[in-house]
């Protein structure tokens, strides 16, 4: 399974509402049009919750800096061929531009980012497929986007995320607010590359991908317990040890499914070791 995740901002000389408006409404009909057509299975866009409370929270607590995005869209599939096979047609093509040219009234690019990932689990319990956070559900999505300190590669970085910062998380996940949460690590990819050029997104190396977790928005706050202090100051230790707190961003969104098909992970095939499938995806 892999994913493309559009980190949007909007821009400045665009009202909040009529953004909303827009990215719900024209750009969801715009991009509907070839999605499905390029192997998309879930076509998932996530609304920023800037103003909720536990984003501010959330901010406070991880010490990020000031939330970037007005939305996240996200678009999942099966295999990365569908995705080859799909961006070859004249047709395919040509409705993707008709998708970046009504963008350019409404996107600040620039200071909008866009990654391919993978997904590296840390909580999935048994009903995981139905913690979402639609309108209909209890839950709210956080989003960690993630920038590593400059002197960290991205695979170093990644590691310890995973391995150290996920296995300290794995460790106390009973003590955790967030009913799931994975990691997804940003990986090479000639696709994004092209339109990052193309349209001109951010392009920054130290991205190494994002935190997705799903929490009950209106969970009672009670007093911590000392373990669970002890537990929380972990986490945030390590953070510091990888993470560029001051350029990452974290923030609550809903999410609204406009795709929602069947998806389904399958090996990697290839012959490639599990470094090299890491690397040069598309």
């Not at 399974?1 to 750009?27: L, P």
Request: proline share 4%.
């Amino acid at each position: 399974m892999f994913k493309i995740s559009f980190f949007i901002r909007k821009r400045s000389d665009v009202t909040r509402n009529d953004f909303r408006t827009y990215w719900q409404g024209e750009h969801a009909d715009l991009t509907l049009a070839y999605v499905r057509d390029i192997g998309v299975k879930q076509y998932i866009k996530c609304e920023v919750l800037k103003d909720h409370p536990l984003t501010k929270a959330s901010v406070n607590s991880y010490r990020t800096g000031p939330v970037s995005y007005d939305f996240v869209d996200q678009w999942i599939f099966n295999d990365i061929e569908d995705l080859k096979r799909g961006m070859a047609d004249p047709r395919i093509q040509s409705l993707a531009s008709k998708t970046h040219v009504s963008e350019d009234d409404w996107i600040d690019l620039p200071r909008s980012s866009v990654h391919m990932s993978t997904d590296l689990v840390q909580f999935y319990p048994v009903d995981a497929a139905r913690i979402r956070a639609t309108s209909d559900d209890p839950y709210l999505k956080v989003f960690y986007h993630v920038r590593s300190l400059p002197h960290i590669s991205r695979e170093s970085a990644q590691l310890h995320w995973n391995a150290c910062h996920g296995g300290e998380s794995r460790q106390h996940i009973h003590l955790s607010k967030h009913k799931k949460y994975l990691q997804a690590h940003k990986i090479d990819s000639t696709f994004v590359d092209q339109l990052t050029e193309l349209r001109g997104y951010e392009d920054d190396p130290t991205i190494i991908g994002h935190a997705e977790a799903w929490l009950i928005a209106d969970a009672e706050e009670k007093q911590p317990t000392a373990e669970e202090r002890e537990a929380n100051s972990m986490t945030l230790d390590d953070i510091d040890l990888f993470t560029d707190k001051s350029r990452s961003n974290v923030f609550l969104t809903n999410e609204s499914f406009l795709l929602d098909d069947t998806i389904v992970t399958r090996p990697t095939g290839g012959g490639k070791r599990m470094p090299e499938f890491f690397s040069a995806i598309y």
